[in-house]
């Protein structure tokens, strides 16, 4: 098993910035991404951002230019610098990570509350 842990949301003014963070521990051997996705009030979860073992980032058409991921993969670490945020930016935020033994599955944190103020 997996645990994944994120941190650090909060209530921010638009135009503010937070930095999220997660850490996964347990089986982690042979994690090769880290992702986060959100989910706000009535919606449906959507990804943000992923990065990759291999060092490839991609980003939600939504965040580009404003969020940031990075991390190690290999300490099972990963952060997500916002920037500039919105009151559309208002969810809570999961970090997620892909189980390395069963292709199509993710270790889900439990989430945290990121609110953008206006």
Not at 57 to 74: E, L
Not at 78 to 86: D, E, F, T, V
Not at 98 to 117: I, K, S, Y
Request: hydrophobic letters at 40%; charged letters at 15%; proline letters at 3%.
């Amino acid at each position: 098993q997996v645990r994944v842990v994120e941190s650090g949301g909060g209530l921010v003014q638009a135009g503010g910035s937070l930095t999220l963070s997660c850490t996964a521990s347990g089986s982690v051997f042979g994690i090769a991404a880290m992702f986060w996705y959100r989910q706000a009030p009535g919606n449906s979860r959507e990804f943000v951002a992923q990065i990759l073992s291999t060092g490839k980032i991609s980003y939600a058409d939504s965040v580009k230019g404003r969020f940031t991921i990075s991390g190690d993969i290999a300490k099972n670490t990963a952060h997500l610098q916002m920037n500039n945020l919105k009151p559309e930016d208002t969810a809570v935020y999961f970090c997620a990570v892909p189980n390395p033994r069963r292709l199509g599955e993710n270790f889900w944190g439990q989430g945290t509350q990121v609110t953008v103020a206006s």
